[in-house]
C-alpha cells in the first residue's frame, strides 16, 4: 500500500478531527439526549421564505446570473445590505470593506493562511472556539494565551514569541467578543478598549469573531471591537481589527455565507486568497440570502431570540436544580452555550464515556477548546436544539451521575 503519510506535508500532522462533528453523530441515535452540538434549531429555518426566494432568483433575467461564474468580492447587492447593516451596529463601512466567504469557518482559515508563517504566535483565549483552532493549526502556528487585559505586558507576548524560533513573531489576538464558543461570555467595553491598546503595542491584527452578535437576549449591547477601533482611527481603512460574521446562526447554515468587514487593504489581499481557492461562493445562494434578508432579516433573528433565551433559562434553572453544589457555570447573555466547570480531578472527557453508557446524555468535553489541551474538568452544554422535557430530564440524568462520581473521590 503506497504510504501516504511520507508525502503528507508536516502540517498535516497537526490537522485533527473535530470532536464536536464526531459527536454530532450521536444526533442519529433516538436514545441520545444531545446537548453537544451548538447548531441552529431547523425548524427556526425560513424555509418557506427560501424556497420563495430561489423561485424568484431562478426566474426570468436573475437566473443566468445565478447560475454563472461571479466576481471574488460578492453580490454586489449583499455586501450592500450587509454595509448597512454595519452601519446600524457603528461600523461604517462600504461594500469595498467587504468580503463574502463560504461561511464565517472559511473567513478563518483564510486568516490563517493570510498571517501565519510557521511558528509564529497566535493570541488566544483559553479556552477559544474549537474550529479557530483547526483552521489554524494547519499553518503551524505557536499558541499563546490571550489573558485578562492588564495581566500581560506586550514584552511578555514578544519574549515567549521569540523562544519559538528566531524571528517568530506574534501575528494577531483572536476573539469571541459576544457569547464566545464555547463559555457563552461576553468581552466587556473596558477589557476591548485594553485589547486594542495591547493590539497597538505589539502591532498585530485583531480578529473579531462575531458569530453569534445577533443572539443577545438580556443585558445592554457592546459595541463591536471594529465599531471600537473605527471610533479610535475616524476610518475603518485606518483600522488593525477584522470582523467575521456569519448568516448560519440566523439564517441558516446549509447554506455556508459568511463575510469578513476590514481595511480595504486586506480585504484586496483576501480576495486573491479567495480566487486561488474558490474562486467565489456560491451566487445563487448568496443573491437567495440577499432578498430573504431584506425581507424578514430583523423578524427572523426576534423570532429565534425569543426561542433561545427560554431554552437558556430553562437549562440555567435546570442546572441549578440537579447539579451538586461543586459544580460551576456561566450565565450568558446571550448566544448558544453554557459553560460548565467540574470540581478539581474530575475529566469531562470521562464522565461523557459513562455518561453515554448509562445516562444517554451527550456534551462536549472542555479539553478540546483549549491549545495546550488543558481544561480537563470542563464542558460545554448547548441549548439551542433541547425542548423544556428533554432538558429537565437530561441535567436530572446528568447531574445524578457527576453527583455518584463525586461520592466515590
Same mark, same amino acid.
Given at each position: ?90 461600523? !461604517?463601512?462600504?461594500? #469595498?470593506?467587504?468580503? $463574502?466567504?463560504?461561511?464565517?469557518? =472559511?473567513? %478563518?482559515? /483564510?486568516? @490563517? ?85 495591547? !493590539?497597538?503595542?505589539? #502591532?498585530?491584527?485583531? $480578529?473579531?469573531?462575531?458569530?453569534? =452578535?445577533? %443572539?443577545? /437576549?438580556? @443585558? ?85 431570540? !425569543? ?103
Amino acid at each position: 500500500m503506497f504510504d501516504w503519510d511520507a508525502v503528507f506535508a508536516t502540517r498535516a500532522g497537526r490537522m485533527k478531527a473535530s470532536e464536536i462533528r464526531e459527536l454530532l453523530k450521536l444526533l442519529e441515535r433516538p436514545d441520545i439526549l444531545s446537548f453537544a452540538g451548538g447548531i441552529p434549531d431547523p425548524a427556526l429555518f425560513p424555509a418557506a421564505e427560501m424556497s420563495a426566494a430561489y423561485a424568484s432568483v431562478l426566474s426570468g433575467s436573475q437566473a443566468s446570473g445565478a447560475l454563472q461564474y461571479s466576481v471574488s468580492e460578492g453580490y454586489r447587492p449583499l455586501r450592500e445590505w450587509l454595509a448597512h447593516e454595519m452601519g446600524r451596529i457603528g461600523i !461604517a463601512c462600504t461594500v #469595498d470593506n467587504i468580503l $463574502i466567504t463560504s461561511g464565517s469557518q =472559511q473567513v %478563518l482559515d /483564510y486568516l @490563517g493562511k493570510l498571517f501565519l508563517s510557521p511558528a509564529d504566535t497566535a493570541l488566544v483565549t483559553w479556552p477559544t472556539y474549537l474550529g479557530a483552532l483547526q483552521a489554524f493549526n494547519a499553518y503551524e502556528p505557536a499558541y499563546d494565551r490571550l489573558t485578562p487585559m492588564g495581566n500581560r505586558t506586550a514584552d511578555s507576548y514578544r519574549e515567549r514569541a521569540a523562544k519559538q524560533r528566531e524571528r517568530a513573531r506574534v501575528k494577531f489576538a483572536y476573539v469571541t467578543a459576544d457569547f464566545s464558543n464555547p463559555t457563552g461570555e461576553t468581552m466587556s467595553r473596558t477589557a476591548r478598549e485594553q485589547l486594542l491598546d495591547l !493590539a497597538e503595542e505589539l #502591532d498585530i491584527p485583531v $480578529i473579531e469573531d462575531a458569530a453569534y =452578535q445577533a %443572539l443577545r /437576549y438580556d @443585558g445592554e449591547p457592546v459595541p463591536p471591537i471594529l465599531a471600537l477601533d473605527i471610533a479610535r482611527k475616524g476610518h475603518i481603512n485606518e483600522t488593525r481589527t477584522l470582523y467575521s460574521g456569519s448568516f448560519s446562526k440566523t439564517l441558516a447554515p446549509g447554506l455556508r455565507v459568511g463575510f469578513v468587514v476590514a481595511a480595504e487593504p486586506v480585504i484586496r489581499k483576501l480576495v486573491l486568497v479567495k480566487q486561488a481557492a474558490d474562486l467565489h461562493s456560491s451566487t445563487i445562494n448568496q443573491m437567495a440570502i440577499t432578498e430573504v434578508a431584506k425581507t424578514i432579516f430583523d423578524a427572523q433573528v426576534a423570532k429565534i431570540r !425569543a426561542t433561545y433565551r427560554e431554552r437558556r433559562d430553562l437549562l440555567l434553572a435546570a442546572l441549578a436544580r440537579h447539579m451538586p453544589e461543586a459544580v460551576r457555570w456561566t450565565k450568558p447573555e446571550g448566544g448558544m452555550f453554557i459553560w460548565v466547570t467540574l470540581p478539581a480531578g474530575m475529566s469531562g472527557a470521562a464522565l461523557l464515556k459513562a455518561s453515554l453508557e448509562s445516562e444517554k446524555v451527550a456534551f462536549v468535553p472542555g479539553q478540546a477548546f483549549f491549545a495546550d489541551g488543558s481544561g480537563e474538568n470542563t464542558l460545554r452544554l448547548s441549548f439551542s436544539c433541547a425542548n423544556a422535557a428533554m432538558i429537565e430530564e437530561g441535567m436530572a440524568r446528568l447531574g445524578r451521575l457527576i453527583a455518584a462520581q463525586l461520592a466515590q473521590v
